[in-house]
């Protein structure tokens, strides 16, 4: 084919240059002082000479190869006689997702122990996520799977696990043929009844990434559908098993596939996240007979998990008979199926009268919490915004006890209700509009702009002196179509401050500001905005770039190339880690296991922030069932957190229920800020780092409520 040779070609390219790269940079010293030709000699050796090689191809990863030595280390690191250095550095050169090193991880695919040929796939599938051509690369991949020589040269990979991973990268990459996603389909679908059980949970896990990612070019075809339903309810103990029937209902779920019979089954396997997805499937699926019988009994389940996501079934498709399965789910033993059932009540169903009485008894037991943000304030200020909805008048009774609460993110419910109730609570608007808490001043000034429009611009100015990064991005939103003259002053003004303070986390503030000056300010705020276009940070210099190009008329340009990138950490001293302990302040425990080898430096900040206390105090604020908990930001929300910027480090590793990992905004953006994997969440994987396990206390996990208090978190070593 003509699109395949000249993608070797232009692969054949890429691969002599970094040749040529290589010849040059193994005159010149690279990082620790040793050359390319020295550092192969050493690590030959073993010893010191392997970690020194190890820490050099680590700094290499840790820069993004933005340098031909950098580059030039890696690739000595795939030449070395060690497999295990060749697998870190196809790793490496995976997590650079550079489509011009695609040619090169190819060539670890075959010849190379199990090992690295696992990583050098994963690793393939990661360099093409970004462009690239893929021709030649998916027929290879499909050539591993299985039968004899293929056309192209490839031969059939034999070791289970590996192909398990060749199968699961191929659901994950980015398409744009119709005919080449079908293709990979059949391949795949061929192997869902595979005997081995590695090669079993690749296909399904590909078919889930296929059934995601793919929706736009069509279903899976009915054969497939099959096949999924077959693997869904297929006999089998143990996680592997387990995992392949929870990835083959999530394909199900994302292709419109499942039906009455395997959602009936899936209601009685012993996995409760089987059975949870059984309910998602029976919420989606459009052809099910028995949806109420099905849903009564996952609403009478054992694990809380499946109750909370029948709630959803439930008011969705059964609200219009009675309240009666949400009044009593508002009393459930589980608080976050209580506070669902609060939440759900307040969208209204038949029989209201019975569900306002239970909000407004729930919101009337308001009593004083501690400072820890304890459990007490959690189904009262839930409540109230429900009955702000069902009740607005014995609502507006209740909202001063809130309004003045000692806890804020009670104060911040109060904001959300204020807003429900409109007109009469502008006046507690106001008062919490000037709340000290940056996440509470948010919610009244979204209330307050729901109500009041432009006439609350003034408050929204007022706002901008904040150093909070989630409320100045708020507000900036809050000004779109903003007629004050003042604005655009304001906001240069703030983007200086921000700027000044050379802090990667507040990307995302500036980049807002700018999206706003862009519609507020005029060319002659076109001088000050240029120094911008040399911005550290590429997306706000193209915002910058995209600002002046609207005001002027003329294109401008960002200049900056890449983010700046910090010392990477010693390998030597995460030798040692082995986990952590994390105590909350409630006296909960849970422990998790640390990845060193796997993500070094994220283990490595992580390591470094617990043992200097700054998780110490910190809450768990984004608390969402059956997904995630996130936590570790010293302003309680999305946008504050530690910095510079963390790179990602992806791999292998899947985002499995108790999987730790690292909130990010986009490539390299984590701020030390953690979340916990409630549930196996396969959309994740690819995308986010995952660092640690948790492997003790995941009940505590299960039970942490919003605003709960990290009080300490321990390094383990070994």
Sequence with gaps: MAGCSAGRMQGHFHHGLLTLIVSVASVVSIAGGLSVSSVVQQQSAGGGGDLAFRQSMFEAEDSRGADPAGLATLLAGLESPDPEIRRLAVRAFGRLERADLSDRIAQLIDGAPPAVRAEAVNALGQSVQRGGELGAHVTTLIGRLGG?????????????????????????????????????????????????????????????????????????TAETIE?????????????????????????????????????????????????????????????????????????????????????????????????????????????????????LLGAGCRGGASAASLVARAAGRLVDAGSDGGDDWHRPAHAIVALARLDPDRAATLLSRFVDHPVWQARMYAARAAGVLGDPAVEALHALADDPNANVRAAALHGLVEIEAHTADGRLLEAMTSDDYGLLRSVAGLLEGSPDRRAPTVLLTVLARLTEADRDTSRDPRVAILTRLRELGSRRNAGVLRSYLEDVDPRVATAAAATLTEWTGRPAEAVTERMRSGAAPSLAALLGLTGARVRMASGAVFEVDLFPEETPATVARFARLARDGYYDGLTFHRVVPNFVIQGGSPGANEFMGDGPYMRD?????????????ISTRGRDTGDAQIFIDLTDNPRLDHNYTVFAQVTRGMDAVDAILEGAVIETIEILER
């Design 148 to 220: 004899d020589a293929d056309a192209g040269g490839a031969y059939s990979e034999a070791d289970p696990y590996v192909r398990g991973v060749v199968a699961e990268t191929l659901g994950r990459l980015p398409y744009q043929d119709t005919d080449r996603v079908h293709e990979v389909e059949a391949a795949l679908a061929s192997l869902t009844d595979a005997a081995e059980l590695e090669v079993r949970l690749g296909a399904v896990n590909g078919l889930e990434s296929l059934a995601r990612l793919q929706r736009e070019r069509g279903p899976l």
């Design 227 to 343: 096949r999924l339903r077959a693997a869904a309810r297929a006999p089998g103990t143990g996680e592997v098993a387990g995992r392949t029937r929870r990835l083959a209902l999530s394909a199900l779920i994302a292709s419109g596939g499942a039906d009455q019979a395997t959602v009936g089954a899936s209601l009685d396997d012993n996995d409760p996240q089987v059975r949870r997805l059984a309910v998602l499937a029976l919420r989606d699926a459009d052809e099910i007979d028995a949806r109420d019988a099905l849903i009564g009994r996952a609403l009478a389940d054992e694990s809380p998990m499946v109750r909370y996501d029948a709630l959803g079934a439930f008011a969705e498709h059964g609200r219009v008979q009675s309240c009666a399965p949400l009044v009593s789910a508002g009393d459930d033993s589980n608080t976050h199926v209580a506070l669902r059932a609060m939440d």
């Design 649 to 661: 480090e992806l791999g292998l590793r899947p985002h499995l229920r108790g999987a730790v990992g």
